[in-house]
Structure formats: structure tokens, C-alpha cells
């Protein structure tokens, strides 16, 4: 499925997304857990940013300042009423470039809607883009391979390079692991926190 498919879809489901998910606790515990690690406050990078929320509210109380990029305009947008201090992009990840450096990268399920061959090339984009120090948490299924599911009325796109191949991917581009867990065993979802010596 195409990144400009993908964001047609969130398009129609953006403003029950925000109702159902400004308020959440899901992957605070773990975000917060990745936030502690960071050594310094400065630019965050949210990659699937959606309405915002959770992770932009915890962000700010850590002195951050974030950029949030979506596929989704319609989540930009509403991103951009939820938190108007804050920069948020109507953009595809897989082609968007920046000379912007981050302290902070957070990819939470939104990776795992790429296609199966670009996920490589975002995730060493995104290690790429940390400064020194810098630390990158992101989610991906524990197995490699792609699929469909029907979900809120509408059929989406899934895939993962599996477990071995994304820690492989993170060492090749010079970070060190730092925590990785199924968090939602026995889910298949994973996160993992590398930083950028």
C-alpha cells in the first residue's frame, strides 16, 4: 500500500483517532521510559504524529520542541489546532528531507504501515537525523513478512522486517540498543529504544 493511500484512509477515521487516543495512557509507560533516557531537552521528531496528544503533552514537559510529520492531512491538521506552538508536516516519510538534527525520535505504529521494502531506508533516515546522544523509539511487529486486516470499516497494510533485522539495522547505523520488549505479549508488537553515541 502506498504512504498517499495510507493517508486517504487515516483521513476518514483522523477525528474519531483524536477522540479516542488524546487522553490515552497506551505506550506512555514506555515512552516515558525512552524520554528518561534522553540526555538533553531540544528537538524532537514525532514520525506518524497523527492529532497529537500523549506523546507531544509528555514531549513538552520535558522541554522539547517538536516537529510532527503524517501522511494523513486531515491528522495534521488536527495536530496543528491541538498543539499550534508546534510545527506538524502533511508528508510522506519515505521522500521527506531535512536538514534538521533531533535529540529525540519517536516512530510509534506507523513504520509498520510502510511498504516492506522501504523500511530499511526510513530507519537508517531516522538514525541519521539524531544528534549526538540522541535517542530513537520506535514499534515494528516481531515478525518479518507483510499483511492485510480489516480495521475500523476499512482494509490496512502491515509489514515488519522482523526482530533480528531492525536490531541489525540499528547497530549498522552506529546506535546502541538500549532496551527492546513485546510489550503486548502475545501480540506481535514490539518497541525498541537505541541511542547515538
Known sequence: ?????????????????????????????????????SAKAGK????????????????????FTITGVDVSKNMVELAGKNHPEHKFIHHDICTWQTEERFDFIVAWDSIFHLPLTRQKTVVSKLCQLLTKGGILIYTFGNAQGE???HWCGDTFYYSSIGINNNLQLLIDNGLSV????????????????????
Open 147 to 149: 499483511h492485510r486486516d
Open 178 to 197: 538500549l532496551h527492546l520488549e513485546l510489550d503486548q505479549y502475545p501480540q506481535t508488537h514490539v518497541y525498541t529504544v537505541a541511542c547515538k553515541p
Open 44 to 63: 524532537a521528531l514525532d514520525v506518524g504524529c497523527g492529532a497529537g496528544g500523549r506523546f507531544v503533552r509528555i514531549l513538552e514537559q520535558h522541554g
Open 1 to 37: 500500500m502506498e504512504p498517499s493511500e495510507l493517508g486517504s484512509k487515516y483521513d476518514k477515521i483522523a477525528q474519531w483517532w483524536h477522540e479516542q487516543h488524546f487522553e490515552s495512557c497506551y505506550g506512555v509507560r514506555q515512552f516515558e521510559q525512552a524520554v528518561a533516557l
